[in-house]
Each structure stands twice: as structure tokens, then as C-alpha cells.
């Protein structure tokens, strides 16, 4: 079975500052995908972004970056130039690759709460 | 705004007693995925359905059930409630069975147990 593990429950940055939040999981599959999903206080989730295991590149979106690194099984995500709007919990999550038996279910991390200081 | 909705968005009732929880996908999405949120389990995987099909289930009690019906919005029916059963329910869709890309997720319903 699939785990993923995130081993800081909170964090804090100042705003502008840089912060980078970990995530480790545990597969046996070859092909999966990963992701970081944003709860701001609203309870909405947000996709932030996502990787595809097969791609060696690591996605960046806007602010937003990921280092991937699949032998060590290890999915860090990196925000730059914190707003306060950054202000919310983070999850990281797993999904196998979609074939034949896999639904596309995405299986969580615990959550990371992240303050982002004035 | 996600396109999926979800009603209601708060729901407080007696332990015993059965509710029933509505999902309405983005349009033309055909999965519908139920994840629960609670202070004790974190975020898990409920159940899905495709195009009104049962395709998989995860930590799903079986006081729970599920349903997706033609015009594709779910209803997720919770019944002999408990105090445990207090949470955030979220509702996700998706176009494809198995998507390679994201899943919508709908404003949650939170379930209050009293």
C-alpha cells in the first residue's frame, strides 16, 4: 500500500521569504503522479501543482516549485516570495498512474499548516 | 470556483440519526470522488463512482453508502451516525475514470454529530 508522510505539522514564514515544505511516500509502482493541494481557511482545496513521476523535470508553477526525487522517494515543494495569501495547510498527495484497476484515487499526507508572517 | 457543488454546506444532527449528502460534478465530468476529512483519520478516500458505476472504494464504513445517479450527481447517504462520524466531506470530480490530471473538489459538507 501507498503511504505519503509529511513531518512537519507547522510551519512559519516571514513574507517575501522563501520556504520549502517536505513530503516522502512509499510505493512499489514505477509510475505515479504527486501532488500539492492548498486548504486556505475556507476549506476549499486547491491544486497547486502537480509531477508526473516519469518526467525527470521538476514542475514549477508561478511561484510555486517542486524537487522531485524519486529514489529517495522524497516531493518537497518550494514557495517563493510568500504572500500572505500563502497562508493555509498543504497536502501532499499520490495517485498511481491510470491503467487498467487504478481509479485515480489520491491518497494524502497528514497536512502541513503554513503562517505566513507580515 | 471548482464547478463542483455541494450541498448543504453544514449539517448538524443527532447521533442515531441518517443524512444524506449531494454532489453535483463540473459539467461534463463523469467520476465523483468522496473523501472525508477528520482531526483523527486526516483526508481519505471514501468511494467513486464513473458514469453511475461503483469503481472503487477505499476506508468506507459500512453505515455509508453511495450513489451517482444518470444525470451524474452523487448523493453519499451516512446512517447510525456517531459522535467519530463529525467531519468535512468533500466531493471531487474528474472527466476520465482514472484522471491524469487533476480532481475538482466541491466546497465539502461538514457534518457535525451531536
Known amino acids: 500500500a501507498q503511504t505519503v508522510t509529511q513531518s512537519q505539522p507547522e510551519m512559519s514564514v516571514q513574507e517575501a521569504e522563501t520556504v520549502t515544505l517536505s513530503c516522502t511516500y512509499d510505493t512499489s509502482e514505477s509510475n505515479y503522479y504527486l501532488f500539492w493541494y492548498k486548504q486556505p481557511p475556507s476549506r476549499q482545496m486547491i491544486l497547486v501543482i502537480r509531477?508526473?513521476?516519469?518526467?525527470?523535470q521538476n514542475a514549477t508553477e508561478n511561484r510555486f516549485s517542486v524537487n522531485f526525487q524519486k529514489a529517495a522517494k522524497s516531493f518537497s515543494l518550494k514557495i517563493s516570495d510568500s504572500q500572505l495569501g500563502d497562508t493555509a495547510m498543504y497536502f501532499c498527495a499520490f495517485m498511481k498512474s491510470p491503467n487498467a484497476g487504478n481509479t485515480g484515487k489520491l491518497i494524502f499526507g497528514q497536512g502541513t499548516t503554513l503562517q505566513v508572517k507580515p | 470556483d471548482s464547478g463542483v457543488t455541494q450541498t448543504p454546506k453544514h449539517l448538524i444532527t443527532a447521533t442515531g440519526q441518517r443524512v444524506t449528502l449531494r454532489c453535483s460534478p463540473r459539467?461534463?465530468?463523469?467520476?465523483v470522488y468522496w473523501y472525508q476529512q477528520s482531526l483523527d483519520q486526516g483526508l481519505q478516500f471514501l468511494i467513486q463512482y464513473y458514469n453511475g458505476e461503483e469503481r472503487a472504494k477505499g476506508n468506507i464504513l459500512e453505515r455509508f453508502s453511495a450513489q451517482q445517479f444518470p444525470d451524474l450527481h452523487s448523493e453519499l447517504n451516512l446512517s447510525s451516525l456517531e459522535l467519530g462520524d463529525s467531519a468535512l466531506y468533500f466531493c471531487?470530480?474528474?472527466?476520465?475514470?482514472?484522471?491524469?490530471?487533476?480532481?475538482?473538489f466541491g466546497p465539502g459538507t461538514r457534518l457535525t454529530v451531536t
Open positions: 509531477q508526473e513521476a516519469y518526467k525527470q
Open positions: 459539467s461534463g465530468d463523469l467520476s
Open positions: 471531487a470530480s474528474s472527466v476520465a475514470l482514472a484522471p491524469v490530471y487533476e480532481q475538482y
